[in-house]
């Protein structure tokens, strides 16, 4: 599904025209192409696990009024487009997919809408992000397609689809797209994109850092995490190394196979509740390479309280030894901010 799903948006991405995006009540921008993931994404979880509820971002209240219909059209004729495509190693025509298997307006309306499961403590639920990092997609840098399975709270399994991540960062010959994967007990995977199933996969395991090599991995856009904050904290760690700032949980990836140390997340201070499927998959991937993920407090994650992570304490994730660390030095950037605000206040 995932695969499918990144040539979906890969070759939107490449045919996008400028009315063909939307702008949410939250602001931000949702395109063609994350609806019809969504539609591609829902349809095979619903035809191979008819039972489980879907945590998805998108849902298709704004496509089923008037104003909708023409970017209904369009997405209607990708999300077939993408149902429709040849069968590939991997694939089950019982997922309803393959040439043939077109569905209606209407059904592409109910499935985008399978996603509208409110999530909690106990059963078997998953959670999709059909592009995440949606400014990073329409930039034209990262983003990921990401799927995960909840069990009673617990992220048992974790699914990134990275088109646009380099392979190796220290091989760009092998040019870009690759599928991490992790199943909780079973460790962190790296596939290619183009070929996941034939191909053997690559293990990823956090590597020790030094303060020469660590740095940190941060969102690129402003108003998603406090990167003033990050900067205090890099230098109360020692860092020299400048920061990587990428969209998407791309940086979770990042982080599981070494390219960067840390991700760190803070709420920049707005109310807003971090969503439980920008952070599942990348949990589990991260813990699966060795690692830890906490929020800035060092408490685990809570996946089963609803659709959001609960009141945002931001997001530490690292290796080990170096999760400690940050954490300390999280703390202190935290009270330094807290006397500074209070001396203002004098
Ligand atoms: N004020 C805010 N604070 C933190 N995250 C926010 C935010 N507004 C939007 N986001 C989330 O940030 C995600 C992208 O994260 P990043 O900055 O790491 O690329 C978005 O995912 P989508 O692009 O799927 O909507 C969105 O869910
Ligand atoms: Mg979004
Ligand atoms: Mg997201
Ligand atoms: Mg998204």
């Known amino acids: ?13 490449h045919k996008l025209v400028k009315n063909e995006t939307l702008t949410k009540d939250d602001k931000s921008p949702v395109t063609v192409g994350d609806f019809s993931a969504q539609a591609l994404i829902n349809t095979i979880i619903t035809r191979a696990f008819p039972d489980d509820p879907i945590v998805g971002e998108e849902d298709a209240s704004d496509l089923r009024v008037e104003s909708g219909i023409t970017l209904r059209n369009r997405i209607v004729e990708l999300a077939n487009e993408a149902l429709t495509a040849e069968l590939k190693q991997g694939d089950d025509p019982a997922w309803g997919i393959g040439p043939g298997a077109t569905q209606t307006a209407e059904q592409i309306m109910d499935v985008i809408d399978r996603g509208n499961y409110g999530g909690g403590p106990k059963g078997r639920m998953w959670t999709l992000d059909p592009i995440d990092g949606t400014k990073g997609f329409l ?11 909840i069990v009673d709270s617990r992220v048992e399994l974790g699914v990134i689809g990275c088109p646009n991540l380099p392979i190796d960062p220290s091989n760009p010959s092998l040019g870009k797209g690759s599928i991490f994967y992790a199943v909780r007990g079973q460790g962190a995977w790296q596939v290619p994109l183009t070929e996941p199933f034939s191909s053997s996969p690559k293990r990823l395991t956090i590597p020790a850092f030094t303060n020469e090599t660590l740095n940190l991995l941060e969102s690129v856009e402003k108003a998603h995490a406090k990167l003033s904050f990050n900067d ?8 020299t190394r400048p920061p990587t700032r990428m969209d998407s949980q791309a940086k ?17 201070g707005v109310g807003y509740k971090e969503k439980i499927w920008d ?17 800035s ?26 999760h400690s660390r940050v954490l300390e030095a999280v703390q202190k950037a935290k009270e330094e901010e807290a006397l500074a605000a209070q001396n203002a206040k004098i």
């Open 1 to 13: 599904a995932v695969r499918r799903a990144c040539v979906l948006t890969d070759s939107v991405f």
């Open 139 to 149: 930039r034209g840098e990262q983003y990921a397609v990401c799927l995960s399975l």
């Open 232 to 239: 205090r904290v890099a230098e109360l760690l020692g860092i």
């Open 252 to 268: 979770y990836c990042s982080l599981a196979r070494g390219d960067g140390g840390v991700y760190l997340r803070m709420p920049t």
């Open 279 to 295: 952070h599942a998959p990348g949990s589990v991937l991260v813990e699966e390479a060795g690692g830890v993920i906490t929020d």
């Open 297 to 322: 407090r060092g408490e685990p994650l809570n996946f089963g309280l609803g659709r959001t992570l609960g009141e945002n304490f931001g997001v530490v994730a690292a290796g080990k030894a170096v």
